[in-house]
């Protein structure tokens, strides 16, 4: 299906990819966790989509499923759409978690590459803010508030590495959590 669209930097994203390097830090009412994890993440071309008559762009759904190492329990459940517009230069992640809460993020692609020729991307969300926002339940909102959303993914020659932070305001304090993972394409 991709064969005859031009996804441009998502391009190398599409497949499906496995992952054991990963690292939640996490909060918890009298600090922080660090749980390894386990991570599938897969990308599916949904092709073009056109937008008031004058908007195109190309779109890619995807699911991460994340599984602690101690026991193999899912503990993070993640899916939504890459999409890129190549009129403005624009790349947007949307994505919804099984808390109640719900992220716009986006970001123009500068066409940057790692030391290795690798494609670097990077969306970024806040809540209020007019562009790129968040989106969460009135109890998450109250007890657990996402104000910031910032994704860095580098992707090429069959290697996906990212770092994610999400400032939550959380237990009366500020709490960055952050989550990254190395992955390699299994299809
Ligand atoms: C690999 C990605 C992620 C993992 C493994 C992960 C894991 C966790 C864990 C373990 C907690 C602690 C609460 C619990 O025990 O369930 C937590 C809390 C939370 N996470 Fe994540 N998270 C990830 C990504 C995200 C993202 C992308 C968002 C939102 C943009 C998010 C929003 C939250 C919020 C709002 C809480 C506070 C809820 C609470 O602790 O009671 N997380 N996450």
């Known amino acids: 299906m991709n064969g005859s669209h031009d996804y441009g930097p998502l391009v190398e994203l599409i497949g499906t990819w496995h992952g054991d390097k990963g690292v939640d830090i996490a909060p918890t009412s009298d600090g922080a966790g660090e749980i390894p994890f386990h991570e599938t993440l897969t990308f599916t071309p949904v092709g073009e989509v056109t937008n008031a008559g004058s908007q195109t762009l190309l779109a890619l759904h995807y699911q991460q499923v994340v599984k602690r190492k101690s026991d193999g329990e899912v503990f993070h459940h993640q899916c939504g759409y890459w999409m890129w517009d190549a009129a403005s230069n624009t790349v947007m992640e949307s994505l919804t978690i099984p808390r109640g809460v719900c992220v716009l993020a986006g970001g123009t692609w500068k066409d940057e590459k790692d030391e ?72």
């Open 116 to 187: 290795e020729g690798r494609i670097l991307i990077e969306v970024v969300a806040r809540l209020g803010d007019e562009d790129w926002g968040v989106i969460q339940s009135p109890f998450m909102r109250d007890n657990a508030r996402t104000g910031e959303f910032i994704h860095r993914l580098t992707v090429g020659n069959g290697r996906l590495s990212y770092q994610e932070t999400t400032w939550l305001d959380i237990y009366e304090r500020l709490f960055e959590h952050r989550d990254s993972n190395e992955l390699t394409r299994a299809v």
